[in-house]
């Protein structure tokens, strides 16, 4: 089991800057993979950025160049800056651990104003 616990999010205007957390903890040694999506109302969870243990990272075509995921294995934590936001960002926002199953964080909501 993996348990993930988010913080940061809320309300901001378009153009601003909003930092979200994840700390993970349980069977992490198992994780090889953490991320972070998100899920609109109305529509489908998406892959927001990807990062591995290693480091390497991809990222959704709509949030290139904006927001950098990064991570500290040491605090076994995943991080997600999100720069120039847009009020089509607005969406609840979940940490992922990437292993079989999947584990979820609890969600936390972004809201961007224009």
């Known amino acids: 089991q993996v348990q993930l616990v988010e913080s940061g999010g809320g309300l901001v205007q378009a153009g601003g800057s909003l930092s979200l957390s994840c700390a993970a903890s349980?069977?992490?040694?198992?994780?090889?993979?953490m991320g972070w999506y998100r899920q609109a109302p109305g529509k489908q969870r998406e892959l927001v950025a990807r990062?591995?243990?290693?480091?390497?990272?991809n990222y959704a075509d709509s949030v290139k160049g904006r927001f950098t995921i990064s991570r500290d294995n040491a605090k076994n934590t995943v991080y997600l800056q999100m720069n120039s936001l847009k009020p089509e960002d607005t969406a609840v926002y979940y940490c992922?651990?990437?292993?079989?199953?999947?584990?979820w964080g609890q969600g936390t909501q972004v809201t961007v104003s224009s």
């Open positions: 992922a651990a990437l292993g079989f199953p999947i584990y």
């Open positions: 349980g069977s992490i040694f198992s994780i090889n993979a």
């Open positions: 990062i591995t243990r290693g480091g390497s990272t």
